[in-house]
């Protein structure tokens, strides 16, 4: 059984995100890294409201304290790995 080459399968798959997301964002922790994925799905869907702005996920987030730590995330690394 090869399971280890599954989590490679989905690293794979074209980008054709028009928002940044939580990978943009690599200080974050993964809980606001998914948060603001899920905010950026709506964007996408056409959920929210219509903008160009690629930031409009995270500052959504900001904006209605979604962050861990309202607004900011309190557990974002110092240094980009
Ligand atoms: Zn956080």
Redesign the pocket.
Known sequence: MAAGQQAGWIEEKPESHKFLRGKDYPN??D??KQIINSVADMYEEGLMEDTDDIEAPIMYVYDHKM???EHE????SERIL
């Open positions: 974050l922790c809980r606001c962050y861990c730590g995330c309190e557990n974002k």
